[in-house]
């Protein structure tokens, strides 16, 4: 008895020492709905919400839509899929919870069916300006009949590694469309490059607008999903 | 042990009982909210707009409590970093610099992702020989650059002393194309009772709206691509 009082005022006057609790999250919906450019629903995705153990997956329903209930407070990756169309990607999204559900619109867009079949460029100088400029041409080659169209998307780096993963300059050259197979470019390059230095530069057929990305959290660079997986051969440059 | 002791500590036993049951640990338990890590990009371009190689040593500074930098690809990256709001800084001398208000931050799983901003070099610019004059409805600037790799001027008036390129009435630009500077501005505009205060900037080459940010604190949106050329002189 004597024993159990000295332990009960050990307890009192040691037993609490500061504990850290963390905070019970806010609970609440999700509501993402999956559209294509035309708006209209995707159905099929995947959507794999990264954040919390064990990893969350939902499929979009004929509508679009997809809902998690009950997810906690916190910040989560959510990650779309489906054959045929470009992996997108929102990292780092806000889940703040309460009564009233998430709403979170996405755009899936299929990827390109055209393949570059030939490339050229050279480095020509403006005889009025003094400026260089990157002239050239892209040739594709379409593999579906049903129209299409896009853009090409340009990588340049001074590394012969180039890709839309490893790249210094990336922009639009030109719109590529259904029943056009070449495509003649002229990029300006002032100030880009100095003289004397080495250009890479490839180019990728790709499809949705310039701001359809998302970060690459390792390098910091854009990517940009709806791109085919092949782009055209590398070229090189000698700056003049 | 005689009954009466048995009792007494049984009831001291019972007491001590009571008082934790009651007192328990709450009081000294600290509520922590949610924590996680938060990543972010600073993109560093010449004065002249051209992109630079190495993106290091930005300082990027959280709710003034948090400070880290940059590394060579322009990567920060914040750790146990609790949930709440945030103002973010980013300074680098010879920098315009930036700030990103009403982060909103959960905590969690995964980083936090505040994108990547940008930051030009600021003219490194001094004016010498400098000659304020008020000549009936105008004021005449002269002085000398020490160069001329940048070229635009921007002079902005008040009628306060403390005018700058974010608190000002009217802004002027001029294109600098030697370094002996002659400028005149006509201020017949401005009512003749009121005093007029003038300061002048020299703006980096490649600046563009891609460098501004919207300060909430001042209320106005902010371009700090510029050095200052003189502090506000009083014309009239």
Redesign the interface.
Same mark, same amino acid.
């Given at each position: 008895?004597?024993r159990?009082?000295k332990f &009960?005022?050990l &307890? &009192?006057v040691f037993?609490?020492?500061?504990?850290?609790?963390?905070?019970i999250?806010l609970q609440g919906s999700l509501e993402g709905i999956v559209i294509g450019y035309g708006l209209e629903p995707i159905e099929g995705v995947t959507i794999t919400i990264?954040?919390?153990?064990p990893l969350i997956v939902r499929t979009s329903d004929s509508n679009g839509k997809f809902t998690v209930d009950d997810l906690?407070?916190?910040?989560?990756?959510l990650v779309y899929t489906k054959p045929g169309y470009g992996t997108f990607k929102m &990292?780092?999204y806000?889940? #703040?919870g309460g009564s009233i559900p998430a709403k979170l619109n996405t755009l899936m867009v299929e990827l390109p069916n055209v393949n570059i079949v030939g490339f050229n460029a050279q480095i020509e100088i403006d005889s009025y300006f003094g400026d260089a400029a990157l002239n050239g041409s892209v040739l594709i080659e379409h593999l579906e009949q049903e129209y299409e169209e896009g853009h090409f998307r340009y990588y340049i780096s001074n590394s012969p590694d180039v890709s839309p993963t490893q790249f210094? #300059?990336t922009g639009l050259l030109d719109y590529y469309f259904s029943d056009v197979s070449s495509y003649d470019f002229s990029l300006p390059i002032k100030?880009?490059f100095p003289s004397g230095s080495t250009l890479y530069m490839v180019v990728y057929p790709v499809r949705g607008y310039e701001d359809y990305s998302y970060?690459d959290?390792s390098?910091?660079k854009q990517l940009f999903p709806a791109m085919n997986p092949q782009g055209s051969e590398v070229l090189s440059f000698l700056v003049p | 042990m005689n009954t009466d002791t048995?009792n007494r500590?049984?009831i001291?036993?019972k007491f /001590?009982?009571l008082? /934790?049951i009651i007192t328990g640990?709450d009081?000294?338990?600290?509520?922590?909210?949610?924590q996680?890590d938060i990543?972010g *990009?600073v993109?560093l371009y010449n004065e002249?707009?051209?992109?630079r190689d190495d993106h290091s040593n930005v300082t990027v500074t959280l709710n003034e409590k948090y400070t880290v930098l940059t590394n060579e690809?322009?990567?920060f990256e914040f750790k146990n970093i609790e949930?709440g709001t945030y103002t973010i800084t980013y300074q680098k001398e010879g920098y315009s610099k930036y700030k990103k208000f009403n982060y909103? *931050?959960?905590?969690?799983?995964?980083?936090?992702?505040l994108?990547?901003i940008s930051m030009i070099g600021v003219p490194d610019v001094t004016l010498s020989n400098l000659v304020i004059k008020l000549e009936g409805e105008s004021v005449r600037i002269s002085g000398t650059l020490s160069s001329i790799k940048s070229d635009h001027i921007k002079y902005y008036l008040h009628q306060t002393s403390y005018v700058s390129n974010i608190d000002y009435g009217t802004s002027y630009s001029f294109i600098a194309e030697e370094q002996e500077i002659m400028d005149i501005i006509s201020i017949s505009g401005i009512h003749s009772s009121m005093p007029i205060y003038i300061t002048a900037y020299i703006e980096s080459k490649?600046n563009n709206s891609n460098f501004n940010y919207y300060d909430y604190e001042l209320n106005s949106s902010v371009n700090s691509a510029m050095t200052q050329l003189f502090e506000p002189v009083q014309v009239r």
């Open positions: 008895m004597i159990n009082i &009960l005022s &307890l &009192l037993g609490c020492g500061e504990q850290e609790i963390i905070q999250p990264e954040g919390k153990d906690e407070t916190g910040t989560y990756n &990292l780092g806000s889940f #703040v210094k #300059v100030n880009l970060m959290l390098t910091g | 048995m500590n049984n001291i036993h /001590l009982l008082i /934790l640990c009081e000294k338990e600290k509520m922590v909210p949610l996680g990543v *990009f993109s002249d707009g051209s992109s690809i322009g990567k949930a909103i *931050f959960a905590g969690g799983g995964v980083p936090g992702v994108g990547t490649g």
